[in-house]
């Protein structure tokens, strides 16, 4: 069965930092576009940024300079890493998949279950 699947989300302190990691089963990423989407608590789901299957990125505003999106091939895995967190980024954090298209867009044809990311001290 192909999906993707998220981990690497806990409890951080303002400020603090986290990677999250988001992991292909089934199928190679390599020529995939994959987006990192969250949905805060209430709110409705909300872009964080995205490679495109030609290995481009784009962040969405609201995070701009404090995360990156970096694949490893080798890997299977596509990661987003969070620094400087605040708790408006408290969050259940998805990455979603599909083959040879660019980004940012809103629909992908694998979603992951999410990993919910707590900001707080």
């Known amino acids: 069965q192909l999906q993707v699947v998220e981990s690497g989300g806990g409890l951080v302190q303002p400020g603090g930092s986290l990677r999250l990691s988001c992991a292909a089963i089934g199928f190679s990423l390599e020529d995939y576009a994959i987006g990192w989407f969250r949905q805060p608590p209430g709110k409705e789901r909300e872009e964080v940024g995205c490679i495109s299957s030609g290995g481009r990125l784009h962040y969405a505003e609201r995070v701009t300079g404090r995360v990156t999106i970096a694949k490893d091939n080798a890997k299977n895995t596509v990661y987003l890493q969070m620094n400087s967190l605040k708790a408006e980024d408290t969050a259940v954090y998805y990455c979603?998949?599909?083959w040879g298209v660019g980004c940012p867009r809103a629909d992908y044809d694998y979603w992951g279950q999410g990993t919910q990311v707590t900001v707080s001290s």
């Open positions: 979603g998949a599909m």
